[in-house]
């Protein structure tokens, strides 16, 4: 079949890799050194909500899991485009990253992976340093296997391009980067700070 698809000029998706959150922790050094930018100590797992009893014991699957962490704290939203958001909160940057791959995981596990959007981590500027910007965002593409950063203009639905294509080679050597542009979706109103 494969040859099928090459003499037709069809591709095949990427498959999530969600082993790469775990690159995370060493974005974090790269970010502290050469940005000035810690975690924020938020996650967040977007989704299409999938009507039915099985997901909703998926989701009290994964919250069990979560709850085995006494830093952490979980809390579900709906965006005003309706899709749904697991947003973690910990201190623990390690924990927060192994927390939200275990959402994506038992999501994933329990044959929800179509459903399965993003990942989002929060990052702001350290110390008291103030910026066009209030937070940066690193977002893992779950059906893309790969991260792209979206730094919103603060108080506007506007983005800082250039500083995003500046965390686009700083991250390089530690992420798995989008190089598809239109794929760097905005997401406004998240609710991950």
């Known amino acids: 079949m494969r040859i099928f698809d090459v003499l037709l000029g069809r591709t095949r998706p990427v498959e999530?890799?969600?082993?790469?959150l775990f690159g995370l922790p060493g974005a974090v050094v790269t970010l502290d050194v050469s940005e000035a930018l810690e975690?924020?100590?938020?996650?967040?797992?977007?989704y299409k909500p999938a009507a039915g009893q099985?997901?909703?014991?998926?989701?009290?699957?994964?919250?069990?899991?979560?709850?085995l962490s006494?830093?952490?704290?979980?809390?579900?939203?709906?965006?005003?485009?309706?899709?749904?958001?697991v947003v973690i909160d910990d201190a623990d940057f390690q924990s927060l990253v192994n927390e939200v791959h275990v959402v994506n995981t038992t999501l994933q596990d329990q044959g929800y992976g179509p459903q399965l959007l993003c990942?989002?981590?929060g990052f702001r500027p350290k110390g008291t340093a103030l910026r066009a910007?209030?937070?940066?965002?690193?977002?893992?593409?779950?059906?893309?296997?790969?991260?792209?950063?979206?730094?919103?203009?603060a108080g506007s639905e506007r983005r800082d391009l250039e500083s995003e294509m500046r965390l686009q080679n700083v991250l390089a050597e530690d992420l798995a980067i989008e190089k598809d542009k239109e794929r760097w979706m905005p997401l406004w109103g998240l609710p991950v700070h």
């Open 133 to 153: 910007t209030a937070s940066v965002y690193l977002v893992y593409l779950f059906k893309r296997g790969a991260f792209y950063p979206f730094v919103p203009l």
């Open 119 to 121: 990942s989002v981590f």
């Open 54 to 67: 099985p997901f909703a014991k998926t989701t009290e699957e994964f919250e069990q899991l979560l709850g």
């Open 70 to 85: 006494t830093s952490a704290s979980v809390k579900e939203s709906s965006d005003q485009y309706g899709y749904h958001w």
């Open 39 to 46: 975690p924020s100590g938020q996650g967040g797992v977007c």
């Open 16 to 20: 999530a890799n969600l082993d790469s």
